[in-house]
């Protein structure tokens, strides 16, 4: 059996608002648990409270995931300042109208 190769190079990852859309995709699963509280007494009457705590449970990875995607934004603009501080000659952290 032969080994199967790409015939071409993966893309580029999309980046976009990427805190933005974690956290409307938490609230999103924060709303449709409570949409459906009102009815818990309906999903399980048909063996589906499933549904309920799935929404909940999804809102709560959503807090998991705002931090961490919050501290990733923060880490990527922290490091691309770093950068931009050695091209031009300076270190992390120094203003260029500061004295020592």
């Given at each position: 059996m032969a080994?199967?190769?790409p015939k071409h190079e993966a893309p580029e990852p999309l980046e976009g608002p990427v805190v933005g859309t974690i956290t409307g995709g938490t609230i999103l699963w924060f709303v449709l648990f409570v949409v459906?509280?009102?009815f818990y007494g309906w999903f399980d009457d048909r063996d589906l409270t499933w549904w309920v705590w799935t929404c909940l449970a999804?809102?709560?990875l959503g807090l998991?995931?705002?931090w961490?995607?919050?501290k990733r934004d923060a880490a990527i603009k922290r490091h691309a300042a770093a950068q931009a501080a050695r091209a031009t000659g300076q270190t992390p952290g120094s203003h260029p109208g500061?004295?020592?």
């Amino acid at each position: 059996m032969a080994k199967w190769t790409p015939k071409h190079e993966a893309p580029e990852p999309l980046e976009g608002p990427v805190v933005g859309t974690i956290t409307g995709g938490t609230i999103l699963w924060f709303v449709l648990f409570v949409v459906q509280v009102p009815f818990y007494g309906w999903f399980d009457d048909r063996d589906l409270t499933w549904w309920v705590w799935t929404c909940l449970a999804g809102a709560g990875l959503g807090l998991i995931g705002i931090w961490y995607v919050r501290k990733r934004d923060a880490a990527i603009k922290r490091h691309a300042a770093a950068q931009a501080a050695r091209a031009t000659g300076q270190t992390p952290g120094s203003h260029p109208g500061a004295t020592a």
